[in-house]
């Protein structure tokens, strides 16, 4: 940190206090300002962090549900939507846009 090498470079240049009251509040608040930032950063990281887990289940769960019921294969989120939409056209099931045609 800057102020740490500011601080023992000064030290050896004159080996005795230097520094007046201004000086120490000043960088008692440089140091706390930092501290601040770094937490307000590590929040800001754990909230991204959480934000991906839940976009990732969310993913996963729709690749585990919405599979097309003709082929098995998986569909979108839009897909599933659509037919979930659509309960009469497809009862209730899900189908991919090749086997949504004979449905029609
Ligand atoms: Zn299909």
Redesign the pocket.
């Known amino acids: 940190m800057l102020p740490e090498i500011k601080l023992s470079v000064l030290k050896l240049q004159h080996q005795s206090p230097i520094f007046s009251d201004d000086d120490i509040l000043y960088m008692y608040n440089v140091l706390e300002e930092s501290n601040i930032s770094d937490q307000d950063i590590r929040k800001k990281h754990v909230e991204m962090l959480k934000t991906k887990a839940s976009i990732k289940a969310t993913n996963e769960s729709q690749i585990k549900v919405a599979t ?6 998986a ?1 979108s989120g839009k897909v599933e939507v659509f037919c979930l939409l659509n309960k009469e056209r497809f009862k209730g099931s899900i ?5 949504q045609k004979p449905h029609i």
């Open positions: 097309c019921m003709t082929c098995g294969r569909v189908y991919c846009y090749e086997h």
